[in-house]
Every structure is written in structure tokens, then in C-alpha cells.
């Protein structure tokens, strides 16, 4: 990339992180774009359309929660290990208004498994599936749960505490409700 490329990528990246946590995913890509100093066009050059953009966002984020995984991976406590990450997962995404709902959509339509935000997802399934699979091992957790329907509810708990922003206790009671039906 040219470094005038790159440097508008970088803009543009930097005022989407900005709009995302301000106004939520459903933010103005024009705004963005001009917020930037470059036109809409510029924008989709670099970012075909803004699931694209959503997932450039939260590369950072993924690649933080990936490693947290597998910190977490090594530890005495598997079933603890995986609430942890779980707890993890509903920080971030409610850090940006929209995006649990976004992720849930993406995660759940099975017409679009290859858009960037599903992409931006795989990375996250494998690393919940490798604390799942040590906490069922460890007989602390139900062999029936996929991390799918797992990760569904994390982005349900994240979705009702951006809905219910008076309840800051919220995300940490549906968790440990949802909890409470993950034991054997």
C-alpha cells in the first residue's frame, strides 16, 4: 500500500473506532469518511462496505480476545477460565453500541457465513471452543453445548445491557443465569 493509502486507512480506521463507540455500528460512513479527510469513495475503496469496516474496527479487539483464550487455556480452572473469557466477550461488544446485534445476525444467518463480520467471528468460535472443550473434559460444564449457542447468548446478555443501560449489574446476572444451565 502507497503510503498516502495508508495513511487514509489509518484515518479511516482511527474515525470509525471513534463513530462506532460514539453513535454505535449504524454511524455514517460518510461522516467517517469526512472525518477523515477523504470522500465516501475512498472509504469503500479501502472498505467495500461496512461489515468490512466493522471487522478492520475490531481486528485489535479479536486478536486480544484470541490471546486472552489462550492465557486462560493453561489455568487450573477450566470452567472458570471460561466464564472469564465469556465475561470478556460481553465487555467488548458492549463497547460499541450495535455491534452484539450485528454479531448475532452475522453469526446466526446461514446465507452469510463468508462476510467479514462472520469472518471476524471464526477466530472467536475457535478460541471459546478450546475453553469449552477443557471445561466439558473437566466434567464442569455440559457436553451438549455448542459455542455457537454460547457465544449467541453472549451477544443476548451484551444486547440486553446496551438496552438497559440503568442496570449496570444486568450483564453479570444473565451470565451467571445463563451459567447456571451450562452445569452438568
Known amino acids: 500500500m502507497r503510503a498516502d493509502a495508508r495513511r487514509n486507512h489509518e484515518r479511516l480506521l482511527a474515525e470509525a473506532r471513534a463513530a462506532f463507540a460514539a453513535h454505535g455500528t449504524d454511524a455514517s460512513l460518510e461522516d467517517i469518511a469526512r472525518r477523515a479527510g477523504v470522500g465516501i469513495g475512498t472509504l469503500y475503496r479501502h472498505f467495500p462496505n461496512r461489515e468490512a469496516l466493522m471487522n478492520a474496527v475490531f481486528q485489535e479487539a479479536l486478536?486480544?480476545?484470541?490471546?486472552?483464550?489462550?492465557?486462560?487455556a493453561g489455568t487450573e480452572e477450566p470452567c472458570r477460565a471460561l466464564v472469564e473469557w465469556l465475561r470478556s466477550l460481553i465487555t467488548h461488544a458492549g463497547e460499541y453500541r450495535g455491534l452484539s446485534r450485528a454479531l448475532m445476525s452475522a453469526m446466526s444467518s446461514?446465507?452469510?457465513?463468508?462476510?467479514?463480520?462472520?469472518?471476524?467471528?471464526l477466530p472467536l468460535r475457535a478460541a471459546g471452543e478450546r475453553l469449552l472443550d477443557r471445561a466439558v473434559q473437566a466434567g464442569?460444564?455440559?457436553g451438549d453445548v455448542p459455542i455457537g449457542d454460547l457465544m449467541q447468548l453472549t451477544n443476548a446478555i451484551a444486547l440486553a445491557a446496551e438496552q438497559n443501560t440503568g442496570d449496570a449489574e444486568l450483564a453479570d446476572r444473565l451470565l451467571a443465569l445463563t451459567l447456571r444451565g451450562l452445569k452438568p
Open 140 to 142: 464442569t460444564v455440559r
Open 110 to 121: 446461514p446465507y452469510d457465513g463468508s462476510s467479514a463480520l462472520a469472518q471476524c467471528s
Open 63 to 72: 486478536a486480544t480476545l484470541v490471546q486472552r483464550s489462550r492465557e486462560l
